[in-house]
C-alpha cells in the first residue's frame, strides 16, 4: 500500500518525487492517513520546489492535498486544517502569483497549470471537510 506521507518524507530526503507522481496516477488510490507531521513536510516542499521554479512539482503536491481531503482514514486532514492549511495555501498561491507577474516565467505552461491546480485543491478541500468552513475557506 503506498503511503503517501512516507513519500513526501522521502522527497524531503533527497529521493524525488517520481513515486508520489506514479501513485497519484493509481485509479484507485488506498485509503491515507495524516499525522501531525504532514503540514511541516508539504510546506517545505511546496517552497523548495517554489525556490526552484519547478511548478510541476508544486503541482504534484497538492494533487496530495486533493488525496489527503478525500482519502484521510481519520481526523487528520481536518487536524491539517486546523493547523494552518489554508494560511499556507495562501503564502504558496501568493508566491505563484509574483511568478504570474513575470513575464520570462510565463513561456512555462506548468505555471498557468499550477495556477489552475490551486484553485481545483481549494474546491476539493471545501467540498470534503466540514471543518472547511470553520477555517475561514
Do not use: H
Amino acid at each position: 500500500m503506498a503511503n503517501l506521507e512516507y513519500l513526501l518524507g522521502e522527497a524531503l530526503k533527497g529521493k524525488g518525487l517520481q513515486k508520489i507522481e506514479q501513485v497519484l496516477e493509481e485509479d484507485a488510490l488506498p485509503v491515507q492517513k495524516c499525522s501531525r507531521l504532514l503540514m511541516g513536510k508539504l510546506d517545505k516542499l511546496v517552497n523548495k520546489e517554489l525556490d526552484k521554479n519547478d511548478f510541476k512539482n508544486v503541482s504534484l503536491l497538492l494533487k496530495c492535498v486533493q488525496c489527503f481531503s478525500r482519502n484521510d482514514s481519520s481526523d487528520g486532514f481536518v487536524w491539517l486544517l486546523q493547523q494552518g492549511l489554508v494560511a499556507k495555501m495562501t503564502m504558496w498561491f501568493e508566491r505563484v502569483t509574483e511568478f504570474l507577474k513575470s513575464l520570462d516565467l510565463l513561456v512555462d505552461k506548468s505555471l498557468p497549470r499550477l495556477a489552475e491546480d490551486f484553485y481545483c485543491t481549494v474546491q476539493v478541500v471545501c467540498s470534503n471537510s466540514s471543518e472547511a468552513d470553520m477555517s475561514g475557506i
